[in-house]
T-cell receptor, first 113, second 112 residues
């Protein structure tokens, strides 16, 4: 069955430190991959997406993600986090053949001052 | 350009009551979606509409109905609300095959 796993429910990082959020997927076809961010009380906003081509993709707010087919992973990174990055982050996977995305359960990022 | 709008923002219902959640998008998108979000469960798709005039069930359709009124509007109806439907509901839209979805601000629904 298709699935997306975000192994970390919560992650705490000091302001200015680097960040990596993990996403693993199980998907039969070539995946389309997304990272979304949800600030408290808000809807979801797209950070970045991967469809094809360069496996390192750049997104908004200084985030990047790397697609590793051999590891079925699409981890999100940021070199230096800011207090405003505190939010919940969701990984999602689709294959372009239908209109449904498979969503991870989310990782809540907490920033220590 | 408002993007995706949802009404109401908050709603409290009693068990058995009915209500309709409204969603509209002004991006001329073909596809629209209704999700529910519960703690620790991410987003679960209730119904979607690939294009005007079509609707399909998602992962958790029981207890809900939808109407794609026109290209802009996609409503979600709870005919007889149950406490298990207490959740935050999000509407989203996308151009289609690109699958980048744009989300509304959500409706927080409590069923007592």
């Amino acid at each position: 069955a298709q699935s997306v796993t975000q192994p970390d429910i919560h992650i705490t990082v000091s302001e200015g430190a680097s960040l990596e959020l993990r996403c693993n997927y199980s998907y039969g076809a070539t995946p389309y991959l997304f990272w979304y961010v949800q600030s408290p009380g808000q809807g979801l906003q797209l950070l970045l997406k991967y469809f094809s081509g360069d496996t390192l993709v750049q997104g908004i707010k200084g985030f990047e993600a790397e697609f590793k087919r051999s590891q079925s992973s699409f981890n999100l990174r940021k070199p230096s986090v800011h207090w405003s990055d505190a939010a919940e982050y969701f990984c999602a996977v689709g294959d372009g053949s239908n209109y449904q995305l498979i969503w991870g359960a989310g990782t809540k990022l907490i920033i220590k001052p | 350009n408002a993007g995706v709008t949802q009404t109401p923002k908050f709603q409290v219902l009693k068990t058995g009551q009915s209500m309709t959640l409204q969603c509209a998008q002004d991006m001329n998108h073909n596809s629209m979606y209704w999700y529910r979000q519960d703690p620790g469960m991410g987003l679960r798709l209730i119904y979607y509409s690939a294009s005007e005039g079509t609707t399909d069930k998602g992962e958790v359709p029981n207890g809900y109905n939808v109407s794609r009124l026109n290209k802009r509007e996609f409503s979600l109806r709870l005919e007889s609300a149950a406490p298990s439907q207490t959740s935050v509901y999000f509407c989203a839209s996308s151009e289609g095959l690109a699958h980048e979805q744009f989300f509304g601000p959500g409706t927080r629904l409590t069923v007592l």
